[in-house]
């Protein structure tokens, strides 16, 4: 094996490297060729025309489904309504995936069964995690109502799907429900690998509990809340499956984030020229928050 | 400091040792007691007392849907409409009912194998590429980036052309075809997980089988992929959960009961006009099943693979 | 080594970005293609059905009659029904041709024929003693078949609200089964102040913003209290009994189940059932299932009427829901295909599903209206039945149709929610309407 050592020149080893390295590259690229580039250049030819469902670009309109956007008073709330759904939702989930996380070293004995217990939400499709709170939600033989039936006999029934804000708010804690074990993953995961030669030194200077938290354990443990509050973020702008199912939507227009609004215009008035824009708008604004947020993520890991 | 290779699976003993990083908020104990590092798995009472607390609610409030369905589950349809709380008697009817009534293992076997396919086309494409990226230094700094913002855009952006492309190849309502565009879907949060199992291996251990006369393929399929092996089955594990989980995709993909997917086939049971809450409760516990006992055996893989994965 | 790093980046990046560029023609080739060759065509004859989800039962009668009958085999898709048209106008026009009878919502009737997702049948059921048309019942044969002038399906199922009651809970009200629509409203709020604590009722109402329910709760007034019929091109949302009709609505909303917003019909149907709901309006199917032991509680204890009218209006009622049954001009094998859809229209096979539990079908001719086996069935849905089929009433029918009624269900969800009037509801759909024509 020597041999061939000798007589592969450092040239052409690294032109094999360099060919290597493409080769291995193409098949992804190809994938994003064809879940990423493809439907974008359908979307970006979609928007800049006139398409229905079954007749696509039928007529070429520049911007008119650009300038239909800015005046429509559906798109640009709906993109406001997919901030104020996503950021709360991923704030919600953080925080308390954060308490959790730090709690669970305690459970070490039961640790596995603990784990999996706080896991059951991830693991539940999102459909189902939609009919079963629409459930206890409901305003009649619902559990929540239930429960306030017998402790308060006789009173009203509480709207939580069919009443605003709560309807909004509502859908914002099944989201926190279903994805904070993610969050409590990473940062117990995140935890783990802390060494604690810093706090057995800490202990050693006598800080306290408190200090060492702020000063110590969450300057470590930053990156990682970026990187988590980053990858919520993201999840919590492609929601679907709740409004879908738990609200339609409502009531009236109440939780109607971007992702819904371009289902309906898409898939019940078939504009998909319409569509294609109000989703182009949408890309923007997830851009806009997400690249910042990223280029802070990258940063604080590289400052390790 | 957090990138002090521990490599990917969270060892009891791990926990014990850092179990000195103190719970946050409130505090019982007095400011200056020290804790002994002579035995770092000890703090004070007062905080253990409120971290089991703090897990104890976590855990209902976790567990307390999934404990209703389960409820719901065996209600009769009276059960169902009254404001009891529990059921009155066992239905299992409602059990043997949704099994007869819709073909809840048909879709079992659709979302498990489509979930699977998926697993495979993702690694078998993601994992050439991450090899690439992390040790050849193909792609540069911008390949990751562009990979991974594939996954950041909505699906419904894909939907209308996906639809097309994959009904004029022919694959349309087919478990296969299915799986495959999910793995395709899914390749860029594979690539971005993988990414730190695969930077995490030191370069000496390449240049080493360089000196050996090895090629990068060679390289790769016999030095490699074993010390990565671990975070590859994590990641297998989260795409098979991601996939599995899908609603949108299969909805559109998949029009005939010989290849829907059990997310769709629950949505589905919705659609008439009398809705049979019990059985559906049934069949989605049915569902959910092979996703939790996979979580049962697999945590351990599961905390392994997020941990190198994200922190990076 | 950095050097090196440069070069193969640089030329690896033209090469991939010329693959991705030819990705995307194809791609957009693909999806601009109209026609083409469509997949399955199979020597065998395979019928391919598209059905909705409500109409599950009766589709899989119908595939097991039609194979007894013919031979044939016969695929049947189940869909949900907000989906059915997507998926037929997807079908048609991308060239996949998968369908080969298509059951549609009569309201798209309009829409998929422009589109050319169902063909013109005109001459074949016109020339067709054995199809019988005259026989259909004419008020709903119109709108679930004709555009143009043409004849473009079959109707399977017609589909109208009744005024189902409670005897018991009006009766220990002292409450008189309503005929105006202000008598519902009155009986409504007297038995919910009454029964509320008890977790009963005065009504409940669809409104959920799907057209199937807040759709039917609206239409069910407008039906009843315009002075003529509705017009499937333009409904009269601009008269003052339109806004009326909207109104009524929203006064009984504070004494109907709550939240009406929240209700759709898989919800009033068990709550109804289990004896919670003192009047709903609901299709005539209701009346079987409420016979059910297993599945209702109030067997024998209701009562079923024609709805309620408005002062100008007069006994009528809306086809909410509908369904009819076209042929895809795609088909491979168009002769079985309406072989298949005279059958699922026939007589006897309304007959049949009429008088079948679970089947969700209701009748669409004449001679199946006054059967006297339908009558020995549901002896009192078939009679009330028989009052209103006659004077059933529109929904529009327009190729503008779904947005028509998208925007129908905003403003009226808005309203329900409380951030429109009545008023305000009517001519913003209005406005919208006419923007859509225009």
């Known amino acids: ?304 | 400091m957090s990138q002090l290779l521990r490599g990917p699976s969270p060892d009891e003993e791990l926990v014990t040792r850092t179990v000195v990083v103190p719970a946050a908020r409130r505090r019982r104990t007095p400011k200056h007691r020290v804790a002994s590092s002579t035995r770092p798995g000890r703090t004070s009472a007062g905080v253990t007392a409120l971290k089991w607390v703090v897990i104890g609610v976590a855990i209902v409030v976790a567990v307390l849907p999934i404990l209703y369905m389960l409820g719901m589950s065996f209600k009769s349809p009276d059960d169902i409409l009254s404001t009891r709380i529990l059921p009155s008697r066992l239905a299992f009817e409602n059990w043997a009912a949704a099994f007869q009534n819709w073909p809840i293992l048909t879709y079992l076997r659709n979302s498990i194998l489509s979930a699977i396919i998926a697993v495979i086309v993702a690694l078998i494409i993601s994992i050439p590429a991450n090899f690439a990226m992390a040790r050849l230094r193909a792609g540069g700094k911008q390949a990751l980036g562009l990979i991974v913002s594939a996954y950041v855009a909505p699906p419904i952006v894909a939907i209308i052309p996906l639809f097309i492309l994959v009904r004029t190849v022919g694959l349309m309502d087919t478990v296969v075809g299915l799986g495959i565009v999910e793995g395709l879907l899914l390749t860029p949060v594979a690539v971005w997980l993988l990414d730190g199992f695969f930077r995490a291996i030191p370069h000496e251990i390449d240049e080493a089988a360089q000196i050996d006369g090895c090629g990068p393929f060679r390289t790769l399929w016999s030095v490699i992929l074993p010390l990565t092996a671990p975070g590859i089955v994590a990641v297998s594990i989260i795409v098979f959960i991601l996939v599995y989980n899908d609603f949108l995709i299969p909805l559109l993909l998949t029009q005939s009961d010989a290849s829907q997917t059990l997310p769709v086939g629950i949505a589905l049971m919705q659609g008439g006009r009398e809705v049979m809450f019990g059985q559906m409760a049934a069949a989605s516990l049915a569902g959910i099943i092979p996703v939790y006992l996979l979580a049962l055996f697999a945590q351990k893989w599961l905390v392994g693979g997020l941990t190198q994965g994200s922190i990076k | 080594m950095s050097a090196q790093r440069r070069t193969s980046f640089r030329s690896s990046r033209p090469r991939v970005a010329a693959t991705l560029a030819a990705l995307t023609a194809a791609g957009l080739a693909l999806a601009g293609c109209a026609g083409g060759s469509g997949g399955g065509a199979d020597g065998d004859k395979t019928l391919k059905v598209l059905i909705a989800a409500p109409q599950e039962g009766a589709g899989k009668i119908l595939e097991a009659d039609f194979e007894k009958e013919t031979g044939a085999k016969v695929e049947v898709e189940v869909v949900p029904y907000d989906q059915i048209q997507t998926k037929a106008i997807l079908d048609a026009q991308s060239g996949t041709n998968n369908y080969d009878v298509i059951q549609y919502w009569y309201t798209s009737v309009g829409a998929l024929a422009e589109s050319g997702a169902i063909e013109d049948i005109t001459e074949w059921v016109d020339g067709s003693a054995e199809i019988d048309a005259p026989d259909f019942i004419q008020s709903i044969f119109g709108p679930y078949t004709q555009y143009e002038g043409k004849t473009y399906g079959l109707p399977i199922d017609g589909d109208m609200h009744v005024l189902f009651y409670n005897k018991e809970i009006l009766e220990r009200n002292g409450v008189e089964v309503p005929t105006t629509w202000e008598e519902y409203t009155a009986a409504a709020e007297k038995i919910t102040a009454a029964e509320k604590a008890n977790g009963i009722y005065g009504s409940a109402i669809l409104g959920a913003k799907s057209a199937f329910n807040i759709g039917s709760s609206f239409f069910n007034r407008l039906a009843t209290m315009i002075p003529g019929t509705i017009d499937p091109e333009m409904p009269q949302l601009n008269t003052p009994e339109a806004v009326e009709a909207a109104q009524a609505m929203l006064d009984v909303a504070p004494y109907a189940l709550p939240s009406p917003l929240e209700i759709g019909f898989e919800q009033a149907l068990p709550q109804f059932l289990s004896g919670n709901v003192a009047m709903i309006e609901f299709w005539t199917d209701l009346g079987t299932f409420a016979q059910d032991p297993e599945q209702s509680k109030v067997v024998d204890k209701w009562g079923v009427a024609p709805l309620p009218i408005g002062p100008k209006g007069h006994v009528a009622g809306a086809l909410d829901a509908g369904w009819a049954m076209g042929i895809s001009p795609n088909a491979s094998d168009k002769d079985l295909a309406k072989e298949f859809v005279a059958f699922a229209s026939s007589k006897a096979t309304n007959e049949k599903l009429i008088t079948t539990t679970g089947s969700g079908v209701d009748p669409i001719r004449t001679s199946t209206l006054e059967s006297a086996k339908y009558k020995e069935f549901a002896p009192a849905v078939a009679a009330v039945a028989a009052e209103v089929f006659p004077n059933a009433q529109s929904w529009p029918t327009s190729p503008e149709a779904p947005e028509m009624l998208q925007s129908l269900n905003d403003n009226l969800a808005l309203m329900l929610q409380g951030s429109l009037t009545a008023e305000q509801a009517m001519s913003q759909t209005w406005d919208a309407w006419q923007k859509l024509k225009g």
């Open chain 1, 1 to 304: 094996m020597t041999q061939s050592v000798l007589t592969s020149s450092p040239g052409r080893r690294a032109r094999r490297t360099a060919w290597a390295g493409r080769t291995m590259l193409t098949p992804v690229l190809l994938a994003i060729a064809i879940v990423a580039i493809y439907p974008l250049g359908y979307l970006v030819a979609s928007a800049f025309s006139e398409s229905s469902l079954g007749r696509p670009f039928t007529e070429w309109v520049s911007f008119a489904n650009f300038a239909e956007l800015l005046g429509d008073g559906v798109t640009f709330p709906s993109l406001g309504r997919s901030l104020l759904f996503a950021i709360p939702s991923t704030l919600l989930a953080l925080v308390v995936g954060f308490i959790v996380a730090l709690s669970l070293d305690a459970a070490v004995k039961s640790g596995r069964i603990v784990r999996v217990l706080l896991l059951l939400p991830l693991m539940t499709p999102p459909v189902m995690v939609a009919v079963i709170w629409k459930l206890m939600l409901a305003p009649t033989g619902g559990l929540l109502n239930n429960l306030g039936q017998i402790l308060v006999p006789g009173s009203e029934p509480f709207l939580f799907l069919g009443s605003s804000p709560s309807a909004m708010i509502s859908l914002i804690v099944v989201d926190a429900w279903q994805w904070t074990p993610f969050c409590i993953l990473l940062l117990y995961a995140a935890l783990q690998t802390l060494p604690s030669e810093v706090y057995e030194a800490a202990q050693v200077d006598g800080a306290g509990v408190w200090q060492t938290f702020w000063k110590i354990t969450f300057p470590l443990i930053l990156p990682t809340i970026a990187t988590v509050l980053v990858l919520k973020l993201v999840v919590s702008f492609k929601v679907f499956d709740l409004v879908f199912i738990m609200t339609s939507g409502g009531p009236g227009f109440d939780t109607t984030v971007s992702s819904y609004s371009i289902y309906r215009t898409a898939l019940q008035t078939f504009d998909v020229g319409a569509a294609a824009a109000q989703t182009i708008a949408f890309l923007v604004l997830v851009t806009i928050i997400i690249v910042p947020l990223n280029a802070v993520r990258q940063r604080l890991h590289r400052e390790d």
